[in-house]
């Protein structure tokens, strides 16, 4: 908004050139989500509190998060209102990729708000009906993959891999399934990860931080030559709701940090992992999505190996998944499995940087 309202005034006051510059946005972005968080954070709590909107702990959970049972949960709506607000004042409105980003994560969030109210509603747990929550998801992925499919460049059902400057397939229609299966699993990864005080939004941070670094390089093209990577016109805009996105998610860690005061709920895991997977998407960086976010696959894959060896062995690999369960039930304080996870996460953010120089 700022752009097109103030840049246009450059030939009154030479200064209000600085608007036209992603870096400067993006910047000011993040402070703008960082201050909604700080100004309306307190209130967004104070308000769940006071409708006991609280946290509902599964049985089967480990002892130590029965006393977080009712911290207000739906914590998320911080999130999304600190995105939506820094992206609508800073980014350039009239970009594509920006309004798809926004959207995206909006929708995500949406279904995350109502799979959290009826929790509330009902006091359990269980939510929202698992086929109904993962159909509104595929719905909502579809439509984003139809996008792109449609409306963006001849680049977009292109496959790259880390390592290589060449794209090593044209997916062609079969890019609107995999875009599917990405987003879907980019949102339930977040979703999985959210389980102990700041360990989703702290690792979402250095996700998007990394996702945001090849924003601004993909949207340059003496950068994006330099670094043999694909240049996108208007991908560059994506720096602008990135570090909003990490704004957002490092205003809500200060109200999520051991002990949390709030949980983000499935409102805030499901907008940010959305708003992951759609800027890998579209930053053609789908495959490299599983090094950024390592330490999400890691969980997920937890999971996955423990329902398989449950069902074909009859035997639990972990003593509880995901993962992070598993080292809290092997003796581990919550706030060192954070710390550790969130050392891997940085380590798999520099791993993911590193492949820009290996081609």
Same mark, same amino acid.
């Given at each position: 908004?700022?752009?097109?309202?103030?840049?246009?005034?450059?030939?009154?006051?030479?200064?209000?050139?600085?608007?036209?510059?992603?870096?400067?946005?993006?910047?000011?972005?993040?402070?703008?989500?960082?201050?909604?968080?700080?100004?309306?954070?307190?209130?967004?709590?104070?308000?769940?509190?006071?409708?006991?909107?609280?946290?509902?702990?599964?049985?089967?959970?480990?002892?130590?998060?029965?006393?977080?049972?009712?911290?207000?949960?739906?914590?998320?709506?911080?999130?999304?209102?600190?995105?939506?607000?820094?992206?609508?004042?800073?980014?350039?409105?009239?970009?594509?990729?920006?309004?798809?980003?926004?959207?995206?994560?909006?929708?995500?969030?949406?279904?995350?708000?109502?799979?959290?109210?009826?929790?509330?509603?009902?006091?359990?747990?269980?939510?929202?009906?698992?086929?109904?929550?993962?159909? !509104?998801?595929?719905?909502?992925?579809?439509?984003?993959?139809?996008?792109?499919?449609?409306?963006?460049?001849?680049?977009?059902?292109?496959?790259?891999?880390?390592?290589?400057?060449?794209?090593?397939?044209?997916?062609?229609?079969?890019?609107?399934?995999?875009?599917?299966?990405?987003?879907?699993?980019?949102?339930?990864?977040?979703?999985?990860?959210?389980?102990?005080? !700041?360990?989703?939004?702290?690792?979402?941070?250095?996700?998007?931080?990394?996702?945001?670094?090849?924003?601004?390089?993909?949207?340059?093209?003496?950068?994006?030559?330099?670094?043999?990577?694909?240049?996108?016109?208007?991908?560059?805009?994506?720096?602008?709701?990135?570090?909003?996105?990490?704004?957002?998610?490092?205003?809500?860690?200060?109200?999520?940090?051991?002990?949390?005061?709030?949980?983000?709920?499935?409102?805030?895991?499901?907008?940010?992992?959305?708003?992951?997977?759609?800027?890998?998407?579209?930053?053609?960086?789908?495959?490299?999505?599983?090094?950024?976010?390592?330490?999400?696959?890691?969980?997920?894959?937890?999971?996955?190996?423990?329902?398989?060896?449950?069902?074909?062995?009859?035997?639990?690999?972990?003593?509880?998944?995901?993962?992070?369960?598993?080292?809290?039930?092997? !003796?581990?304080?919550?706030?060192?499995?954070?710390?550790?996870?969130?050392?891997?996460?940085?380590?798999?953010?520099?791993?993911?940087?590193?492949?820009?120089?290996?081609?």
């Amino acid at each position: 908004m700022f752009k097109e309202l103030v840049y246009p005034l450059v030939q009154y006051f030479s200064p209000f050139n600085v608007f036209r510059y992603i870096t400067f946005r993006a910047a000011y972005a993040t402070v703008t989500a960082l201050l909604v968080c700080f100004v309306f954070g307190p209130g967004i709590i104070n308000m769940l509190r006071r409708r006991k909107i609280g946290e509902e702990i599964r049985g089967d959970g480990p002892e130590t998060h029965l006393t977080k049972s009712g911290t207000p949960t739906m914590g998320g709506i911080m999130i999304l209102l600190a995105v939506t607000v820094s992206a609508l004042l800073w980014m350039n409105l009239r970009n594509m990729y920006a309004w798809v980003g926004l959207l995206s994560i909006l929708a995500f969030g949406m279904i995350g708000l109502i799979d959290d109210m009826l929790k509330h509603k009902h006091h359990d747990s269980g939510g929202m009906r698992g086929r109904i929550k993962l159909a !509104g998801q595929i719905g909502i992925s579809l439509a984003i993959a139809m996008t792109l499919y449609y409306a963006g460049g001849n680049h977009t059902t292109l496959l790259y891999l880390p390592f290589l400057k060449d794209p090593v397939l044209d997916l062609s229609w079969l890019y609107i399934p995999f875009a599917v299966l990405l987003l879907v699993s980019a949102t339930n990864a977040v979703n999985l990860t959210d389980g102990l005080d !700041g360990l989703a939004a702290g690792l979402v941070v250095m996700a998007g931080l990394t996702l945001t670094v090849l924003a601004y390089v993909t949207g340059r093209v003496d950068y994006a030559q330099y670094l043999q990577i694909p240049y996108i016109l208007g991908a560059g805009e994506l720096t602008v709701l990135g570090l909003g996105v990490v704004g957002a998610a490092t205003g809500f860690l200060w109200y999520n940090a051991h002990p949390a005061e709030v949980m983000m709920g499935d409102t805030g895991s499901l907008a940010l992992g959305g708003a992951l997977g759609v800027m890998a998407l579209m930053l053609k960086k789908e495959v490299l999505l599983i090094v950024i976010c390592g330490v999400f696959v890691i969980e997920v894959l937890s999971v996955i190996i423990q329902v398989l060896s449950y069902r074909w062995r009859g035997k639990r690999v972990f003593l509880m998944a995901p993962l992070h369960h598993h080292f809290e039930l092997k !003796g581990w304080a919550e706030s060192k499995v954070v710390l550790r996870f969130w050392i891997l996460g940085g380590l798999f953010a520099i791993l993911s940087l590193s492949t820009l120089k290996l081609r």
